[in-house]
């Protein structure tokens, strides 16, 4: 079935190095969320990507969409512990209604 | 509301029992989604709602599961014979959009089943 796959699935940083996470998906996609999820809490949305080779930028947080729109990345420069989460892309699968999520990954940041 | 309202926040029962999770979306979206969130995973979709009408409901895992939305506004996911298997997190979530824009999520149920 229609899958979307993160690397890596954890990721220990010590704090002020950077972070990437990645994202692939077996179907091009019209669109991709990315969501951080804190330890204990629920996904909240970081941002939506539409068009091919996009590239989007929140301070510290740049994300990217593929050119085949099949893949997205998510930087963050100079990790903060505010960073520490797990992070989720999400895209629209099938007819389009239901949003498929990656397994994440799950960010810790060493003080 | 000023968000997704979840209730109950836990609830502990035993094999076999009837549980119904209450999801009380954002006033005025359209959008309602239920997930299922185990441990170390993402979130799994179970089923979605366009007004009163599950638009998709191809993510139930079986029969035991099933989900009403009678006015359009709040939601409630039903699990008959509750196995341990479905102990996990149950997220709901809404939006505006017609077609996966943005997902707003409640804090979640947490169902552990003895």
């Known amino acids: 079935g229609q899958q979307v796959m993160q690397i890596p699935q954890y990721q220990h940083v010590q704090e002020g190095e950077d972070f990437t996470t990645y994202c692939n998906s077996s179907?091009?996609?019209?669109?991709i969320q990315w969501y951080k999820q804190r330890p204990g809490g629920h996904p909240v949305f970081l941002i939506q990507?539409?068009?091919?080779?996009e590239v989007k930028k929140q301070k510290r947080l740049t994300f990217q969409f593929g050119e085949a729109k099949k893949n997205s990345s998510l930087h963050i420069t100079a990790t903060q512990t505010t960073d520490v989460g797990t992070y989720f892309c999400?895209?629209?699968?099938?007819?389009?209604?239901?949003?498929?999520f990656g397994e994440g990954t799950q960010l810790t940041v060493n003080p | 509301g000023a968000g997704v309202s979840q209730t109950p926040s836990n609830k502990v029962t035993e094999k076999g029992k009837y549980v119904e999770l209450r999801c009380d979306p954002i006033?005025?979206?359209?959008?309602l989604y239920w997930y299922r969130q185990s441990l170390g995973q993402g979130p799994e979709f179970l089923i979605y709602?366009?007004?009163?009408?599950?638009?998709?409901d191809s993510g139930l895992p079986n029969d035991r599961f099933f989900a009403v939305r009678p006015e359009g506004s709040v939601s409630t996911l039903k699990i008959q014979r509750t196995e341990r298997g479905d102990s996990a997190v149950y997220l709901c979530?809404?939006?505006?959009?017609?077609?996966?824009?943005?997902?707003?999520f409640g804090e979640g149920s947490r169902l552990t089943v003895l």
């Open positions: 709602f366009q007004g009163t009408g599950a638009a998709d």
């Open positions: 990507l539409v068009k091919s080779g």
């Open positions: 999400a895209g629209p699968m099938a007819s389009g209604s239901r949003l498929t």
């Open positions: 006033s005025g979206h359209t959008a």
């Open positions: 179907t091009t996609l019209s669109n």
């Open positions: 979530a809404s939006s505006s959009t017609m077609n996966t824009g943005e997902l707003f």
